[in-house]
């Protein structure tokens, strides 16, 4: 019983941290209906910024957010401006292609300036600290705050959107780029608006990600099947689909947590021998292609 | 009889296209007879593989306009099949290629029947999932491996062995895969001008108006994904043999399949020649940049940053390829 309660609330945790990855892949895609293989390695900047920013003035790991934000939303514009931009006149092919070209420059850049090794944070008022709540459910301090603040962010970015003029005029985008357009809303504006929030976004769970999660170049591809995952069962371009599927995401990559539970229950032999850790993200990538097959829309999807 | 005079009729090409050709295909004949490095063998085989992959590729990606991006599944695939076969069984290669071709052609049946009701950008994402499920499947399971893969070791076999396709020199293998490269291009030009070859097209300008035909669009697509699965499989079977020691990343990681992608675009998606222009450019430039500045210069990864700008400057300034462009400028000559 204590792992299957210890494995939920594992899984609901990282899972809000993962709805904010997807946030910011939902948010693109519904402006401007363009699939983002790089957004993985904004998350890999993002978790590199907030790591070095960190650890060259000594600041608590929480306090470099701000500076994350602000070096996503510079890096979406700068992407969206000088990139993307060319690729929305071209056929369809050519966006998977051309953002993929993106992911492999800044994954290589990356490698470059950093190198391939793991990096980890060793400092910082939360890092190693947990609370023993009972039940023998221990919950790192971190992940606790990486969860409440990737709510709050979710929160800021939702109000944002729904709230502020100009949210309501990248929803309206989202909507119906047409009508949008028609009603005096500039689109390239809001396009490039859109790429901003969503790196931002992203870059922001990086830099709370950081704070238990390793850092290498490579991390950023299983984020980005992650985020997929989320988006497609939130349903492409919905915000509040992007929050409830994270949640749904975080759970199946706590499988092997299940597992274990149900070989106890049952006291099965045979479910002992099956390597369920080496499939935990496997799931992720069966549940996106059920989900696609089944219901392409996703959950709260408009966009089919 | 008909087929075949399909294939060999080439007619509908200008006379220089058909020139170059040839001269590129004497080329590639007297090739290993010319002086050249061992690396340069290696390069002039992986573009001939990689202009394999991208022919089949291009049959449902370039013709049909359905981007696969889960294309490496079926490269692994075959490799395995032809390694676990040889190294476990003793079969020959002969044998265990048709087999991973089977086993190939099954799976791409069962994924293509749900994959097709996708479109789009869904289409695309969903057959990477898949491709990275097969691979993480792989990489648990003892029987092939696992993670370490399954090595073939060479010395066991007398060297030329015709049967089971262990060389020592790289010449065999050369002239193998150069057969299997020249059948391909026949192939596809049967293929183009086939009813299918013609259905897809339909099917890539506008499905409603190619079904209100009466073509049956999911089936022809299925059909055709058989076809550029059989393709993938069989060169994986020949990979196999030629690198002798075959790993989950290495034969059936994302790079791959977007690499085959990559090339067939980079031609020119849905022409003849695109797959091989692609493969030509990209093969050589991207084991030599590897070669030159990451190995000898010590940077790591540059060649895959200047890789990926090119990468970036064709989906954004000329998304039809090279031959896009080549066609550009005949038209503007008329």
């Not at chain 2, 085989?45 to 590729?57: A, D, E, N």
């Not at chain 2, 981007?67 to 490496?72: F, N």
């Amino acid at each position: 019983m204590d792992i299957l309660i210890s494995s939920i609330v594992a899984g609901l945790l990282i899972g809000m941290a993962l709805a904010l990855v997807a946030l910011g892949l939902t948010i693109i895609f519904g402006v401007m209906d363009i699939v983002n293989f790089a957004h993985g390695e904004f998350l890999m900047i993002g978790m590199y910024t907030g790591l070095f920013t960190a650890q060259s003035t000594g600041m608590d790991p929480l306090l470099t957010l701000p500076l994350a934000a602000l070096v996503g939303f510079l890096l979406g514009v700068l992407c969206y401006a000088g990139f993307v931009r060319f690729l929305l006149r071209g056929p369809m092919v050519a966006q998977l292609l051309g953002t993929f070209g993106l992911m492999l420059l800044l994954r290589n850049i990356a490698l470059l300036i950093f190198g391939s090794e793991d990096r980890a944070l060793h400092h910082g008022i939360l890092v190693g600290k947990s609370f023993d709540v009972g039940m023998e459910i221990i919950l790192p301090a971190t992940k606790l705050a990486a969860a409440g603040l990737s709510i709050l962010a979710f929160g800021a970015v939702w109000l944002f959107m729904k709230k502020t003029r100009i949210g309501k005029a990248l929803t309206a985008t989202a909507l119906n780029r047409q009508a949008a357009s028609y009603m005096g809303i500039p689109a390239e504006r809001m396009n490039a608006l859109a790429w901003g929030i969503g790196v931002s976004s992203v870059t922001i769970a990086g830099a709370l990600l950081v704070n238990f999660w390793s850092v290498n170049p490579y991390v950023g591809l299983l984020f980005t099947m992650i985020a997929f995952a989320i988006v497609a069962l939130g349903g492409f371009g919905s915000v509040p689909g992007a929050l409830f599927a994270g949640l749904v995401v975080g759970l199946i990559t706590e499988i092997p947590g299940f597992w274990d539970f149900l070989t106890l229950a049952f006291s099965a032999e045979w479910m002992e021998n099956v390597p369920m850790t080496s499939f935990k993200y496997m799931w992720v990538y069966v549940a996106y292609f059920v989900i696609m097959v089944v219901r392409p829309r996703g959950l709260f999807g408009w966009k089919y | 009889m008909e087929v075949l005079n399909s294939a060999f009729d080439f007619k509908d090409f200008p006379r220089l296209d058909l020139t170059i050709a040839a001269l590129v295909a004497v080329f590639l004949a007297f090739f290993p007879v010319l002086p050249h490095s061992s690396f340069a063998m290696a390069t002039v085989i992986q573009f001939l593989m990689f202009s394999l992959y991208g022919m089949g590729w291009n049959t449902i990606g370039g013709y049909g306009g359905q981007v696969d991006l889960g294309k490496a599944q079926y490269v692994g695939i075959g490799a395995y099949t032809t390694a676990v076969m040889l190294t476990k069984w003793d079969i020959s290669f002969w044998f265990s290629m048709p087999v991973g071709v089977c086993f190939s052609v099954l799976w791409s049946f069962i994924l293509g029947y749900p994959l097709f009701r996708l479109k789009g950008h869904y289409f695309a994402i969903a057959t990477i999932a898949t491709s990275l499920v097969l691979k993480d499947l792989f990489e648990v399971w003892d029987f092939v491996g696992a993670a370490r893969g399954i090595e073939i070791s060479p010395i066991q076999f007398p060297s030329p062995d015709f049967i089971r396709l262990i060389f020592k020199e790289d010449v065999y293998y050369y002239y193998l895969i150069l057969i299997f490269f020249f059948i391909g291009i026949l192939y596809m030009n049967w293929f183009r001008k086939s009813r299918l070859g013609f259905q897809l097209r339909a099917i890539k300008d506008n499905e409603e108006v190619a079904r209100s035909l009466g073509i049956n669009v999911h089936w022809a697509k299925i059909r055709t994904y058989a076809i550029a699965t059989a393709f993938v499989s069989v060169v994986g079977s020949f990979h196999a043999c030629y690198i002798k020691n075959i790993e989950p990343e290495d034969t059936m990681s994302l790079d791959i399949s977007i690499l085959i992608a990559l090339m067939a675009m980079l031609g020119g998606a849905g022409s003849l020649w695109g797959p091989i222009i692609g493969a030509g450019i990209l093969i050589p430039l991207k084991s030599y940049l590897k070669e030159w500045l990451g190995a000898r210069a010590g940077l790591i990864g540059i060649d895959l940053i200047i890789y990926a700008l090119i990468i970036m400057a064709i989906s954004a300034f000329e998304p039809r390829g090279i031959w896009g462009i080549v066609q550009k400028i005949r038209r503007r000559r008329r």
